[in-house]
């Protein structure tokens, strides 16, 4: 992983199609809220599977605390579309299929030199895409579980919102 994803640094604002075909900037999908963002190999890899899986009720916990999830891998977007729809996701997944970031990022998967896919890794950040957390998911319990998940958007919550606590 590149020394400019340490936290601190400010991800690069990718513009990359979304699962529908529109380009889309991070910063968009950001949304104004904290993200997290998750380099993925990608649909065809069973530890991607479970581990999206395992992020599905977090969406729901996600969507009323005003943070966002995203997934940034090689797949095309039709294959992505087909992949956030079997998963019942409701997510933005990125298509990097021209592999435009991999090295920019670099996040290439130096084991698969057929493919070409990202090394799972993923990211809390800021609405400004500064990085708060970065985790090397290359091995599977590398990647980050909701509760670090849910801790490291709380601590960015409570950097950012003057209102988090009741007035008394």
């Not at 640094?9 to 075909?21: M, N, V």
């Amino acid at each position: 992983m590149s020394a400019a994803l340490a936290p601190t640094r400010c991800f690069p604002d990718l513009e990359l199609p979304d699962h529908t075909g529109r380009p889309r900037r991070l910063s968009e999908v950001a949304g104004g809220d904290p993200l997290v963002l998750l380099a993925s190999r990608g649909w065809w890899c069973p530890k991607e599977q479970r581990y999206l899986r395992s992020l599905l009720f977090f969406q729901d916990e996600l969507e009323v605390a005003y943070a966002r999830l995203a997934v940034l891998s090689v797949d095309p977007p039709e294959v992505q579309a087909a992949f956030r729809a079997g998963l019942g996701a409701r997510f933005t997944f990125l298509s990097d299929a021209d592999r435009r970031y991999l090295d920019v990022l670099g996040l290439r998967e130096t084991t698969d030199t057929v493919h070409h896919p990202y090394r799972p890794a993923a990211f809390s950040l800021y609405p400004d895409l500064t990085v708060h957390a970065a985790y090397n998911g290359y091995w599977y319990l590398g990647r980050p579980t909701v509760e670090e998940l849910r801790q490291d958007l709380r601590a960015i919550a409570m950097r950012l919102r003057p209102d988090r606590e009741l007035a008394g």
